[in-house]
T-cell receptor
Framework: DTGVSQDPRHKITKRGQNVTFRCDPI?????LYWYRQTLGQGPEFLTY????????KSRLLSDRFSAERPKGSFSTLEIQRTEQGDSAMYLC?????????????FGPGTRLLVL | GQNIDQPTEMTATEGAIVQINCTYQ??????LFWYQQHAGEAPTFLSY????GLEEKGRFSSFLSRSKGYSYLLLKELQMKDSASYLC??????????FGAGTRLFVKA
């Protein structure tokens, strides 16, 4: 079991640029989540996939944000026309339906800094 | 609305016992989680409670009272490496897990 992995771990970009992050969940997990976390706060839910279907999106997820999970395996989160307010840690988590109340296991996160 | 409250910061001494409280108000309830998060790192799973009572796991124990909307995490024999943020999170049904802002614990020698 290799755990959840995310790439890149750090990203610095200029305002207005597009960025894409990747998440590889634990292989047998069918649910995948994206969260955003800022300093001193808990993770805030962004979006959720069950297999390849995106079943829920937070109102936090503006039109500049899009996420995909082709084939129900890895997922990507893209932010278009980045703004300074997008600077945060982007966390991916995965879980298996019905196991332990949907215990979510987190990846190491991608820390984004928008200049 | 959905709300999870926990103290912002706590300080304790190495070797001591500390209790971190969490109260919640959510639209549904399918279990409560505690996660540990060191600075700059991802949250790591500590415990899960779905029934009332105490769950013990080594130096860490977690308690739940569903009728009171209350949980606590008990850390015994504190070590310096326990300095971290502790996140209380509630599964409000299905995929929806809501996280508190976390309690920063400082362990001093």
């Amino acid at each position: 079991d290799t755990g959840v992995s995310q790439d890149p771990r750090h990203k610095i970009t200029k305002r207005g640029q597009n960025v894409t992050f990747r998440c590889d969940p634990i292989s047998e997990h069918n649910r995948l989540y994206w969260y955003r976390q800022t300093l001193g706060q808990g993770p805030e839910f962004l979006t959720y996939f069950q297999n390849e279907a995106q079943l829920e999106k937070s109102r936090l997820l503006s039109d500049r944000f899009s996420a995909e999970r082709p084939k129900g395996s890895f997922s990507t989160l893209e932010i278009q026309r980045t703004e300074q307010g997008d600077s945060a840690m982007y966390l991916c988590a995965s879980s298996y339906t019905g196991a332990g109340g949907e215990t979510q296991y987190f990846g190491p996160g991608t820390r984004l800094l928008v200049l | 609305g959905q709300n999870i409250d926990q103290p912002t910061e706590m300080t304790a001494t190495e070797g001591a016992i500390v209790q971190i409280n969490c109260t919640y108000q959510t639209s549904g309830f399918n279990g409560l989680f505690w996660y540990q998060q060191h600075a700059g790192e991802a949250p790591t799973f500590l415990s899960y409670n779905v029934l009332d009572g105490l769950e013990e796991k080594g130096r860490f124990s977690s308690f739940l009272s569903r009728s009171k909307g209350y949980s606590y995490l008990l850390l015994k024999e504190l070590q310096m490496k326990d300095s971290a943020s502790y996140l209380c999170a509630v599964n409000a049904g299905g995929f929806k897990t809501i996280f508190g802002a976390g309690t920063r614990l400082f362990v001093k020698a």
